[in-house]
């Protein structure tokens, strides 16, 4: 069964780091991404990293502050937030792809997703 899970979201004041993971397992992927989605809005790209050669992507709003990472020997992806601002508050997901086909910041590249995890950047 091919399956993301993802842990780590929580309630952090203004200012505050928090770190995503995503476990991937039942198959290899190509690239992952993070997405978040807040209410009303739709669901944007925050990053994304290629798998072999570790190539990183990141939107322009969490450049510099947000960081993509991998571990190889168990199949995970973080996501490093840091200097976490109230803007940044949504449900964030982790996806991933066998194939990269489409567009890295799109979420027509992605056919896996995690179920999503809570992040609330108060102020």
């Known amino acids: 069964q091919v399956q993301l899970v993802e842990s780590g979201g929580g309630l952090v004041q203004a200012g505050g780091s928090l770190r995503l993971s995503c476990a991937a397992s039942?198959?290899?992927?190509?690239?992952y991404a993070w997405f978040r989605q807040a209410p009303g809005k739709e669901r944007e790209f925050v990053g994304a990293i290629r798998w072999s050669g570790g190539n990183t992507y990141y939107a322009t709003s969490v450049k510099g502050r947000f960081t993509i990472s991998r571990t190889n020997a168990n199949n995970t992806v973080y996501l490093q937030m840091n200097s976490l601002k109230p803007e940044d508050t949504a449900v964030y997901f982790c996806a991933a792809d066998p194939v990269s086909r489409t567009s890295i910041v799109a979420t027509t590249g992605y056919d896996y997703w995690g179920q999503g995890t809570q992040v609330t950047v108060s102020s």
């Open positions: 039942g198959r290899t992927f190509s690239r």
